[in-house]
Nanobody, 117 residues
Framework: QVQLTESGGGLVQPGGSLRLSCAASGRTDRIIDMGWFRQPPGKEREFVAVIGLSGPNGHYADSMKDRLTISRDNAENTVYLQMNSLKPEDTAVYYC??????????WGQGTQVTVSS
């Protein structure tokens, strides 16, 4: 069983930046891929980014590729998402995920990102 705890969300002005963090605890030795989805208000959850165990390069949603950097610190069991040039349409709850557990994909509780002036 893996627990994922996100942090770093909040209110930011358009054009600003945020760095989200997701710390994994529990049976972290089972984790292979980690990444992020987001769910804007009234919409379905959508893929944002993913990074493998060895990295270092991640994969990103096409719509956000030039504004994102995903990174991972395996020693700390933490994945990060650097988001730059944020837009109002980036407003969403951002959910961390981890794959590799025999129980299936694990999800964090989510962290709210609001982009507004």
């Amino acid at each position: 069983q893996v627990q994922l705890t996100e942090s770093g969300g909040g209110l930011v002005q358009p054009g600003g930046s945020l760095r989200l963090s997701c710390a994994a605890s529990g049976r972290t030795d089972r984790i292979i891929d980690m990444g992020w989805f987001r769910q804007p208000p009234g919409k379905e959850r959508e893929f944002v980014a993913v990074i493998g165990l060895s990295g270092p390069n991640g994969h990103y949603a096409d719509s956000m590729k030039d504004r994102l950097t995903i990174s991972r610190d395996n020693a700390e069991n933490t994945v990060y998402l650097q988001m730059n040039s944020l837009k109002p349409e980036d407003t969403a709850v951002y959910y961390c995920f981890a794959d590799g557990s025999p129980e299936g994909r694990d999800w964090g509780q989510g962290t709210q990102v609001t982009v507004s002036s």
